[in-house]
């Protein structure tokens, strides 16, 4: 018997992206919306499907799914590009823009499957760090994208694990100066106050290497839909659809996509009241024990002060609270990150973490 094919040497020490699944009562560890989509766009999804003809392929062009997000927009469908969640449009780029004898540009510490997919796709990473305060310096942007010359240069804002949403002014500087594209991870876009899609432009004076990428899966309560798009220049969504498998968005996730983009007042309401807990739970979080810093996403990253983090982590996953343990991460040691949910959800955090740090 012929052996098994070894494993690409170069992903041989690469483990699968995760986030631990771990049974909790209240779970505040993956940034999900903490409130379920409207009733009504459930009963539009459910009259949708079946109309659907199962023994058929989907559209491969998703083409009501990219009229109606390019409507929402402002722009025109072949500046759209969606794909299974973000992730997968992630991919799209490393495949089209990336791989061997590329490069990649990130700060750390950012989303960490950035430099997974990158990897994935063979593309040389080539990491550059922030702040104290978990921003980009825009001098050492400028001078490792001048060492580096990366064709991808990806930007989280607001940036996951740390919360801060970079100022528009840093976005454009990057987008100016940057020999390839500039990726703006905007999963938590719309908890943010402003978004780099007011920095694309158009015409001869655009910024054509600019991409800005979003998800169904936060605000608008449909993680489990798994759908998310990019908006660029025609030419990168043209790459994007050359990397994608055919028929890779299903007939559910683009009905789904579409309906949802019919109830946008109440996805801005699920943002309102997200970001009133938000600023709830960080008025508590300084008058305990811990060092956290603003955020501009659905989640706050905080250090217990006076415990070990680890110690924190399991007191709260004892009292029923999942929240996301950051603490061996390379520039966020002693780190726990809590996503915002439901004010009595915040509550029990607050009950837990109060009763494991003492106070």
């Not at 994608?244 to 983009?261: D, M, R």
Request: glycine share 8%.
């Amino acid at each position: 018997m012929s052996p098994l094919v070894p494993l690409r040497h170069d992903l041989a020490a690469l483990e699968g992206y995760h986030s631990p699944q771990v049974a909790a009562a209240v779970r505040l560890n993956t940034n999900e919306s903490p409130y379920p989509p409207p009733e009504t766009w459930r009963d539009d999804l459910a009259a949708e499907i079946e109309r659907i003809d199962f023994h058929r392929y989907p559209d491969r062009t998703a083409a009501a799914l990219h009229d109606g997000l390019a409507a929402f927009h402002g722009v025109t469908p072949d500046e759209v590009f969606c794909a299974n969640g973000s992730n997968e449009v992630l991919l799209c780029l490393q495949l089209a823009f990336g791989g061997p004898g590329r490069r990649a540009l990130l700060f750390e510490p950012t989303y960490a499957l950035h430099s997974h997919l990158a990897r994935l796709a063979g593309t040389e990473v080539v990491a550059g760090g922030r702040t104290a305060d978990f921003h980009i310096d825009p001098d050492e942007a400028d001078r490792l994208m001048a060492e580096a010359r990366p064709e991808l240069t990806f930007v989280c804002s607001p940036n996951n694990p740390t919360g801060g949403a970079e100022p528009p002014q840093l976005v454009a500087r990057l987008a100016d100066t940057a020999p390839g594209l500039v990726v703006v991870d905007e999963a938590y876009g719309q908890f943010a106050p402003s978004s780099a899609l007011d920095l694309r432009g158009s015409g001869e004076g655009g910024r054509r290497g600019l991409v800005v990428v979003r998800t169904f899966s936060k605000t608008w309560a449909m993680a489990a839909c798994r759908l998310g798009y990019l908006v660029a220049d025609p030419e990168v969504v043209a790459g994007c659809r050359a990397a994608s498998l055919p028929y890779h968005l299903s007939a559910v996730s683009q009905a789904a996509g579409v309906l949802a983009l019919r109830y946008r007042r109440e996805m801005e309401a699920r943002v309102a009241a997200v970001a009133e807990e938000r600023g709830r739970l960080s008025a508590a979080l300084a008058d305990l024990d811990v060092e956290w810093w603003p955020s501009d996403a659905n989640f706050i990253l905080f250090r217990p002060t006076g415990r070990e983090a680890r110690g924190v982590w399991d007191d709260l996953l004892a009292a029923g609270v999942l929240v996301r343990d950051c603490s061996s991460w390379e520039g966020l040691l002693g780190c726990l990150r809590v996503t915002v949910g439901t004010a009595k959800e915040n509550d029990r955090f607050l009950q837990a973490l109060r009763g494991s740090l003492g106070g």
